[in-house]
Nanobody
Framework: QVQLVESGGGLVQAGGSLRLSCTVS????????IYWFRQAPGKEREFVAT????????AYGVSAKDRFAISRDNSKNTAYLQMNSLEPEDTAVYYC?????????RGQGTQVTVSS
């Protein structure tokens, strides 16, 4: 069974940066597309970014475009989300997943809090 573990969250001031990591075990990482989602209290889940199996193609949600960058290192079974120019509105639990469906594997999430 595929397991995903996020790390790298924390408290940062507005305008700052964070890099989240998603380490995967129990599967063939290089055959998995990786997604990042986020969910703030009282809000719907929001798509943040995705990267294809080889890392050659990426896609971003509206709020992430031009500020965030998704990447992966298949030799380390790890995907990354570099977040720059963070805003208080980016405060949420960020989690990685192998797909957008409820049946897809996902991690427990990491809290990102951006102070103004």
């Amino acid at each position: 069974q595929v397991q995903l573990v996020e790390s790298g969250g924390g408290l940062v001031q507005a305008g700052g940066s964070l890099r989240l990591s998603c380490t995967v075990s129990g599967g063939t990482f290089s055959s998995l597309k990786i997604y990042w989602f986020r969910q703030a209290p009282g809000k719907e889940r929001e798509f943040v970014a995705t990267v294809t199996e080889s890392g050659s193609n990426t896609a971003y949600g509206v709020s992430a475009k031009d500020r965030f960058a998704i990447s992966r290192d298949n030799s380390k079974n790890t995907a990354y989300l570099q977040m720059n120019s963070l805003e208080p509105e980016d405060t949420a639990v960020y989690y990685c997943a192998t797909g957008p469906r409820a049946s897809d594997s996902r991690g427990q999430g990491t809290q990102v809090t951006v102070s103004s």
